[in-house]
Structure formats: C-alpha cells, structure tokens
C-alpha cells in the first residue's frame, strides 16, 4: 500500500521548471481552470507539487512518452 506523504506548494517559477513550460504559460492554464493543483492565496498563485507530478506523469502518457 503506497503511502501519500504531504506536497509541498511551489512558486510559479518552480513549477514552470519542473513542467518545462513557460510561466506564462502555467498562469494561463491556471487562470483557464486546467491545473487543479494550482491555488491563489491573496495575489500569490502557488501550485501543489504532488499534483504538479502527477500532471506531468498524465502528460507524458497521453502523448505517448
């Protein structure tokens, strides 16, 4: 059984790196509703790193990685 242990929340910049997409690009999907572990505290958008993994593993998938 596979323990989940708990994400940390990463900055746009962060986030951007490890998705190899611009920031602009990862505020747009946020901003369109298509990262559901993005998140806004007051001004500030941060991005769930567990969620982050998991969207980058779906990703690859569906295009054949």
Do not use: H, M
């Amino acid at each position: 059984r596979r323990t989940e242990r708990a994400s940390r929340n990463l900055s746009a910049s962060e986030a951007a790196k490890r998705a190899g997409v611009s920031r602009d690009t990862l505020y747009k999907r946020a901003r369109e509703g298509k990262l559901p572990f993005a998140s806004r505290i007051g001004r500030r958008v941060l991005f769930d790193e567990g969620g982050l993994e998991r969207w980058r593993r779906q990703r690859r998938t569906s295009e054949g990685r």
